[in-house]
Every structure is written in structure tokens, then in C-alpha cells.
């Protein structure tokens, strides 16, 4: 046999375990090719990574300890097939992990292909030193053994003083909950967090807490201050690294304060408030959208979808807190209604707490305007395959459609904000109360994304129309988001005391709708 013939196993025993690698890496993804197929498609192909790896792992081993197993008749054959099959599920994979991880889904399929690489060293660390490192020559022995006792000194010195320093990695946001304020920042490890500021001439240290337990197991910091205590006032917000906690007793790491921020919530008649909605992780066309405005606004409203799903922290990270506090600059209110991609993930259930979110749907009196903010939740039946059996939004849109029949509001200039303009897309009759309700507030102005288009809600399908038609005092507007070409629209809505003012453009400074309307 051939050298080369005898390491061509292990040539394709790395391409199996790279095609099973790509291809768990993308299991997030799974759940569209079982949708397409009706069968379970992923496990299916899968399985066959990882037989031929093992497979091509036997025959190489076998093949470097002297066997005559390639003289069996079986072998060639065996070795053919295996290859070809091995070939073609490495293209699929790469091909498939390649449409995982561009545009909006690179920051989740980056987290999961670390997450799967560690998993995958551990896996293989054992039959490594096993099987093969008795092999290596003595050179190489020294090698291989350098390198685990550089990897195993490193993560022991990081596990006892981590060696990245620490820092706050947002600005703060500073979220309007319809209680109080919650002051929401993020840090590039767990900590505990404060604000700080002073009040009538008391100093106050306020703690992200639960039970006067301080939090310290999350990246994400919410603390929550009084209405009075923010509003036109300075503040800090800090941090301290939490590197072990313990039932008696815990190690703590550096600590971090920013500089002051000024906080300032304008209740006069006349506001502007930035209007974001659907930025899917395209952070970078969102911002050139909104530049177009410069900073002179007074609040910023954030519409949904900030991210294809919320499977870990690090996502709500960076695509709404970081985000978040780029756009604010921890300097005025910021209301939120989430989005259905929100709901999505590991993460989603957390979502709400580490936002300082202690109900999705509230509302919030701002000068002479009362913003209702709604949650339309999910978009699809909660049987739907995509949602793996964990969601009840039929129960909780019909709760919150409940809250909203008992709500009063303190103005007659009423804004509504909700992801979806038709508040449960799921439910026509739920759908149908919430406007009733919105109109029997005195509702003007209704805010939404979600359908990636930015127009006046009316001019399409017949529910459309329905809905103009029965209520024709409020103007629905759908902030255009991430569009299907690639783009991004930004809005800006402009208060006073006669009316409003929408103005629409896109991350190459086009204006794509400005329209006004009075009170």
C-alpha cells in the first residue's frame, strides 16, 4: 500500500468531523430543513459525520499500526464509497454553515460554532491520547504535551484572575418600564452593578438586586430608579467583577465607573422621538439611517427584532443594549416593545428581567402624551413547528388584551406602540378588541414594524382596509426597519401641540416619507 493510499482515511476522517462540526454548529437551523421535509432530515445526515468519522478514524489507525486490512477485498470498495460519501456531505455542510452564518444570523452561528468546538475537543481529546499520541514520535510527543500544558496553565490562571480586563461595554439606556426607570448597561463579564447619583441633596447608590440580593450573574446590569430621582438629574453607573460565587463568601474582581451622564426627559408640547424597528443585526445600516438625523431628538422608541433570535446573552448584548445605548447615549427615555424575534432562544425568557421589564405591555404618560406599549408576541400559531412546543401567546395576548380593556390614560394625545400594527396576528378577534380599545383611548398614532415596509397602514390587504375604514381617527405607521433589499429605514416622528410629523429615511439619506397630521 501507498503512503498515500495509507493516510487517505485520515485525510477523510477530518473532513467528516469538519462536515459534523459545521453541520451541529448550524443546529439552531435544524428545525427549516425538518419544516421543508417533514421528517427528521437533520439526524438523518448527521449521524453519517459522525459514523464516518469514527470509521475513517479505525481504518487510519489500523493503517499506520502495519494491518493488511486494505488487501481484504472489501476494503477498496469500503474505501470508495466511504469517500465519496464523506465528500459529499462535506460540501453540503460547508454550503449549508456558509448560508447559517451570513448577513444577520454571523453573531449566533459564531456562538454556537465555539460552543460546538469546545464540546468537539473534549470529545476527541480522550481517543487522541488514547489511540494516537502513543504513536507520535518522541519529538512530536514533546510537542503535543508543550501545547496541553500551555492550554491547561492558561484557563487555570484565567479560572483564578481573569486575564481580560474588565469594562463597561455600552452606554447606559435608560428604559421607561411604565413604573419607574431602569437604568440597563452591559460589561464584558458577570458582575454586580449601581448607579449613583444624588437627590434633593441625599446621595443615593442604587443596586441591580433581586431581594436585596445583588445580581452579579449576568453581562447585562438593569437598576431601577424612581421617576423623580432621574428626571433632569446627573448620575453614574459601575460595576464590579464577579469571578466566583460561593454559598459562604465570594471572589470579586476589578471594578469600573463611567463618567457622569446627564439625563434628560423633555414634557413639553413639543418632542422628537427616534423610531427604530426590525435592525436584525445590520447595526451598521441602522446607524447610517439614523445619522441622517444627527442627535437632536428627545427619546428613542425601539420597535422589535433586534436580532434573528435571542439564544444567548451576548446577542442582546450587542443588537439592543449596546445598541441601545449608542442611540441614547444614556441621556433620555427609551420605550420598548419587543419583537417577535425576541422570543426566540435560550435567552428569551430572561430577556424581559435583564431589560428591567417586569411586564412587556404598560403604559407610560410623557408630558401631555401617553404612550401605550404593547407585545404582539409571537407571529405564528404556537403549534408551530419553529417553536419546538415551548410558546403560549394564544393565553398571554389574551391577557394583555384583558389588561388593556381596563386601562385609562391620563392624556387625550395618545401614541400606541406595538411590533405588530395588528397587535395578535394570529387571532383576528383579539385583534379587532385591541383596536377597539386603542380607539376607545382616544388613540391618534399607532407605531410598528415588522412588516419591513414604511407606509400608512391602509393601502394593502383587505384587513387593511378593515381597519382604516373602521378607524379612520388613527394613523398607523409602519417604520420601514431592515428592507428586502439589503437597506435600512429610520424614522423620526416629531410632537407639538397642533399634531405630528413623520419623517422616513434610509441608510443612504434618501427620504422616503415625510407626512404630517394634526392632533
Not at 454553515?97 to 460554532?113: K, N
Amino acid at each position: 500500500m501507498s503512503k498515500k493510499t495509507k493516510i487517505l482515511p485520515g485525510i477523510f476522517m477530518v473532513l467528516s468531523l469538519i462536515s459534523a462540526i459545521l453541520f451541529r454548529t448550524c443546529r439552531y437551523n435544524w428545525v427549516f430543513l425538518n419544516s421543508n421535509f417533514g421528517f427528521d432530515l437533520p439526524i438523518i445526515l448527521f449521524m453519517p459525520m459522525v459514523i464516518l468519522t469514527l470509521l475513517f478514524g479505525i481504518l487510519f489507525l489500523l493503517n499506520i499500526n502495519g494491518s493488511k486490512l486494505y488487501e481484504r477485498k472489501f476494503y477498496k470498495p469500503l474505501l470508495i464509497i466511504s469517500c465519496v460519501l464523506s465528500s459529499l456531505l462535506f460540501v453540503f455542510s460547508v454550503s449549508y454553515a456558509t448560508g447559517c452564518a451570513i448577513d444577520e444570523m454571523t453573531q449566533g452561528f459564531t456562538i454556537y460554532l465555539l460552543k460546538t468546538l469546545s464540546e468537539g475537543a473534549v470529545l476527541m481529546a480522550v481517543p487522541f491520547f488514547v489511540v494516537f499520541y502513543p504513536k507520535l514520535s518522541c519529538k512530536a510527543k514533546k510537542a503535543v504535551g508543550a501545547l496541553a500544558l500551555a492550554i491547561a496553565i492558561l484557563f487555570s490562571v484565567n479560572s483564578l484572575c481573569p486575564l481580560t480586563p474588565y469594562k463597561i461595554t455600552s452606554d447606559p439606556m435608560v428604559i421607561d418600564n411604565g413604573k419607574e426607570y431602569s437604568i440597563v448597561f452591559s460589561t464584558n463579564d458577570i458582575g454586580t452593578a449601581y448607579a449613583e447619583y444624588t437627590y434633593q441633596g441625599k446621595e443615593y447608590k442604587v443596586y441591580d438586586n433581586s431581594g436585596g440580593r445583588l445580581n452579579g450573574d449576568s453581562k447585562i446590569h438593569s437598576i431601577a430608579v424612581p421617576y423623580e430621582h432621574l428626571r433632569n438629574n446627573t448620575y453614574k453607573i459601575g460595576s464590579t467583577r464577579v469571578i466566583e460565587e460561593f454559598g459562604y463568601g465570594s471572589r470579586l474582581g476589578a471594578s469600573v465607573e463611567s463618567e457622569a451622564y446627564e439625563f434628560r426627559i423633555n414634557e413639553t408640547d413639543e418632542q422628537t422621538w427616534l423610531v427604530i424597528s426590525d435592525w436584525h443585526s445590520k447595526l451598521k445600516n441602522a446607524y447610517s439611517a439614523i445619522n441622517n438625523f444627527g442627535t437632536e431628538y428627545d427619546g428613542v422608541i425601539l420597535l422589535g427584532d433586534s436580532s434573528p433570535s435571542m439564544d444567548f446573552e451576548q446577542q442582546a448584548v450587542t443588537t439592543i443594549v449596546e445598541f441601545g445605548g449608542q442611540v441614547s447615549g444614556g441621556t433620555m427615555p427609551v420605550l420598548y416593545a419587543r419583537g417577535n424575534h425576541e422570543t426566540r432562544g435560550d435567552y428569551a425568557n430572561d430577556l424581559p428581567d435583564a431589560l428591567g421589564l417586569e411586564q412587556l405591555y404598560y403604559t407610560s404618560d410623557i408630558g401631555p402624551y401617553s404612550f401605550v406599549v404593547l407585545d404582539s408576541g409571537e407571529d405564528k400559531e404556537d403549534s408551530h413547528i419553529e417553536y419546538g412546543g415551548l410558546n403560549d401567546y394564544s393565553t398571554y395576548r389574551a391577557d394583555m388584551i384583558e389588561w388593556l380593556q381596563g386601562v385609562e390614560v391620563e392624556n387625550d394625545k395618545v401614541i400606541a406602540i406595538s411590533h405588530s400594527w395588528k397587535i395578535s396576528i394570529v387571532e383576528p378577534e383579539l385583534s379587532q378588541i385591541g383596536w377597539a380599545e386603542l380607539d376607545r383611548l382616544g388613540t391618534r398614532l399607532t407605531l410598528s414594524g415588522h412588516q419591513h415596509a414604511c407606509r400608512i397602514l391602509g393601502e394593502n390587504e383587505d384587513y387593511e382596509k378593515e381597519i382604516k375604514e373602521k378607524y379612520p381617527d388613527i394613523i398607523a405607521y409602519l417604520d420601514g426597519g431592515k428592507t428586502n433589499d439589503g437597506g435600512y429605514i429610520a424614522s423620526l416622528l416629531t410632537l407639538d401641540e397642533e399634531g405630528f410629523n413623520l419623517r422616513a429615511v434610509d441608510d443612504i439619506g434618501n427620504e422616503i416619507l415625510n407626512e404630517s397630521f394634526t392632533w
